[in-house]
């Protein structure tokens, strides 16, 4: 069920008035029933294998959460991941094999993406386990972020859920402002686009230069405005029944860096991987005596193989492998700018870890110092006013302690100024402290950092 189908309109508009119709307590019996229509029209296989991990989901997150003793926990954490990725993996590739015919569930990419989250944020003890089963389906099946993302934290979707609150005009306004934005990027520009595109690649040797130059500078906009425009058709969908959903994409092209394009750009999933796969990976080689380059590989891959799998066309039940299969130039030119710019960030990343460290360093030397007391003082004299040469060295050695001391202190100060003004700075901090290995204990333990 397209977003741009007479069928999903009527689902929409039945689902919106049922919605503010009906009294509270059926609200989310609406919009579950109505994710599960929406998931369920394309094959009933979708409804049920999401039904399934969602469960799996739910109830491990309460095992977990329950567990007392670490090991346990950690057993029953590692072992849902396993179940999840190799779920997701035999899905997406199975169809490889030879004799092997395996339809890939519509969304399963972005469910399970929000279901590994959801585990890692309970053993990490970030979140609750969820206790509303009916909440915890609508957080993973919710329909108009259930085909084109984006993906939702529970922390973020879980509270809306159980706040009641109710909406209010603008917000209705502004959702519908965002749908017809969405259509215009989708009808008028990648739609338009489009046939001109496909028809200079399906006769790649037969065009010419300047023709395989235009496919490849409107390609990235006929993408943009294609992933770009489902997104904000759920997005302003959401709004106008009430829920704020993460946004995808911030103006991309006016990126004036690779680095930065590639944060505007799919956005929850860029986070998603810096969070829950690269920062707990690089801590955990540090851990092992490897490098942080080992991490930021598996990260570009995984960055790499999803943002293929983001891709939507007119249908939406195309995939990455067919896409990449009819353009294998262009979709590897993207990839490697999604590299590049997952590159650039753990440079800075891995930049603010070093700082943490120094001010750890800096504020144990300020305070070794301040113990022993290796501050200036003035030496005493003798009776005819004269200072033993003596204690005129010792005050020089004490004065110039002094000032190391100083020059010290203001370098650890700086370095706090750089890690507070640091890009997502205090989630780094979260994030490291979470992680096996902990290159900040020094500077939180030194009082340093908060």
């Known amino acids: 069920m397209s ?35 929406f998931i369920g029209y394309y094959h009933i296989a979708f409804l049920v294998i999401a039904l399934l991990i969602s469960l799996a989901t739910f109830f491990l997150g309460k095992w977990v959460g329950q567990t007392k003793r670490e090991k346990d926990a950690k057993r029953i954490y590692i072992s849902g991941l396993c179940l999840l990725i190799v779920g997701w993996l035999t899905f997406r590739y199975a169809n490889l094999l030879p004799g092997v015919h395996l339809l890939f569930p519509l969304g399963i990419s972005f469910y399970t993406f929000q279901a590994l989250s959801y585990l890692t944020e309970i053993y990490w003890k970030e979140e609750e386990p969820e206790e509303s089963l009916t909440d915890f389906m ?29 909406v209010a ?22 739609d338009y686009i489009s046939p001109h595109i496909d028809g200079i690649f399906n006769s790649v040797h037969a065009a010419s230069g300047v ?14 405005g294609d992933f770009s425009g489902y997104t904000d058709i759920a997005l302003g969908g959401a709004c106008m029944l009430g829920f704020k959903l993460s946004p995808n994409f911030n103006r991309p092209f006016i990126a004036q860096t690779t680095a930065e394009f590639w944060r505007r750009w799919h956005m929850s999933l860029s986070f998603w991987v810096r969070d829950y796969l690269y ?55 993207l990839c490697g700018g999604a590299a590049q710019g997952a590159q650039s960030e753990a440079r800075g990343l891995i930049e603010v870890q070093r700082r943490i460290m120094r001010i750890g360093k800096h504020a144990d030397v300020v305070q070794d110092r301040r113990e022993r007391g290796l501050h200036g003082t003035v030496p005493p004299a003798d009776a005819h006013g004269r200072i033993h040469p003596a204690s005129r ?44 290995a902990r290159p900040a204990r020094a500077a939180v333990a030194a009082g340093v950092v908060k």
């Open 3 to 37: 977003f741009i189908s007479l069928n999903f309109v009527t689902l929409f508009v039945c689902t919106f008035l049922l919605y503010y119709t009906l009294p509270t307590k059926y609200k989310k019996a609406v919009l579950l029933l109505s994710s599960c229509v």
């Open 138 to 166: 609508i957080y993973m099946l919710f329909f108009m972020k259930f085909l084109s993302g984006p993906i939702e934290r529970a922390r973020d979707m879980l509270p809306q859920l159980k706040s009641g609150k109710a």
């Open 169 to 190: 005009y603008q917000s209705i306004v502004y959702g519908m402002k965002l749908i017809v934005v969405g259509l215009v990027k989708k009808l008028i520009l990648a």
């Open 211 to 224: 023709q395989l130059l235009m496919a490849c500078l409107l390609y990235p906009i006929e993408l943009y």
């Open 279 to 333: 920062l707990p990976l690089s801590s955990g080689m540090r851990r092992w005596g490897l490098g942080p380059e080992q991490g930021l590989r598996l990260r570009q891959r995984v960055q790499m193989g999803q943002n293929g799998a983001a891709v939507q066309r007119s249908d939406p039940v195309v995939h990455a492998a067919d896409e990449q299969q009819r353009r294998p130039g262009l979709g590897g030119s």
């Open 393 to 436: 060295q010792g005050a020089a050695d004490g004065i110039a302690a002094h000032a190391v001391a100083e020059q010290d202190e203001a370098a650890a100060a700086e370095a706090a100024v750089f890690l507070q003004k640091a890009q997502r700075g205090a989630q780094v901090v979260r994030c490291l402290r979470k992680a096996p």
